[in-house]
């Protein structure tokens, strides 16, 4: 596989495990103290970029749950990388 796809496809789960954590803090926000913070930054919940954000947080979510899946049950999100050990 090809260094930069690999890191690319870390970058994508990393880039959409943030925005899914985003999205939950939202959602507790809204939930608890009636407050939404995407729609207060934006101006309303039917504006063009609150609606983008809900769409990429949304699509974030779909990321995540699809490479849970293809690992079967973890998310790797940052390896260590492992010394040899000299002989």
């Not at 939404?36 to 101006?43: K, L, P, Q, R």
């Amino acid at each position: 596989i090809n260094k930069n796809y690999a890191k690319g496809k870390k970058m994508l789960q990393l880039f959409s495990f943030l925005l899914m954590f985003v999205g939950t803090l939202n959602w507790f926000f809204i939930s608890a103290f009636q407050y939404d913070f995407v729609a207060g930054f934006f101006g309303t919940q039917s504006s063009l970029f609150s609606r983008f954000i809900y769409f990429l947080i949304g699509m974030a979510g779909f990321i995540v749950a699809f490479y849970v899946i293809k690992n079967k049950g973890t998310l790797k999100l940052i390896q260590k990388k492992q010394k040899k050990l000299k002989k």
